[in-house]
């Protein structure tokens, strides 16, 4: 085989798997429409499960796409742009779908729009992401899918629940940091560690479901508080 053809081959092959990255990406898609159809048959315990599945892959496919470097195989092709489009669906609009269909708010439509355009907003945003000291995201970074799940899961009031809501949907305009679990440099070993235990215990906490309650519920919170501690603190400290 000359030296051209060995080549070529490694090169199509090295297109094929920044392909196969994409399409892992893109299977975040196919995981919303699972979870918009059990939203509307009201198994809310399955909906909730494969948002977590759609969250783990969004958490995975970056370091997928960097190892197999998408962007010099697929120039033509935007990643980045796959990746806003499903991240919409399974962060902002299911979890949106969820709070109508659970009746988990006094009055839907309003607060689903809410989350929904504000929402857009932070992702249309050029700057809504950026590494000037760390990696962040500008403004509340729209974790609906879980807050939407803890909401359902405490079973709050309805009132109490539109408060949380809409205080979050105020917060995507407010322009403090928070940091991106995946990509940041601050303190990430222990974040990762902490991030990666606090993802066993929410999965857990959602597969017991329609069983709430419990002290490893409120233990759920550590990570939750430890993020938003850190973002704050790195965030006044710049």
Sequence with gaps: MSEAQLSHRVG????ILAWFAHLYTATGAVIALLATAMTFAHNFRAALLYLVAATIVDATDGVLARAVRVK?????????????????LTYVFVPALIVWQAELVPVAFPICALMLVSSLYGFARTDSKGAEDDHYFKGFPSYWN????????LQLSQRTNAIVLGVLVVMVFVPIH?????????????????GTMWGVLFIWMLWRLPAVGGPLTMVSFIFPAYYLALSLWLQFRR
């Design 72 to 88: 010099e195989r697929l120039p033509y092709f935007d990643g980045a742009l796959l990746d806003n489009l499903v991240d919409y």
């Design 12 to 15: 199509a092959a090295s297109r």
């Design 178 to 194: 928070y940091l991106y679990p995946s990509r940041m440099r601050t303190f990430k070993a222990p974040t990762v560690a902490l």
């Design 146 to 153: 879980i807050v939407v799940a803890y909401l359902y899961v």
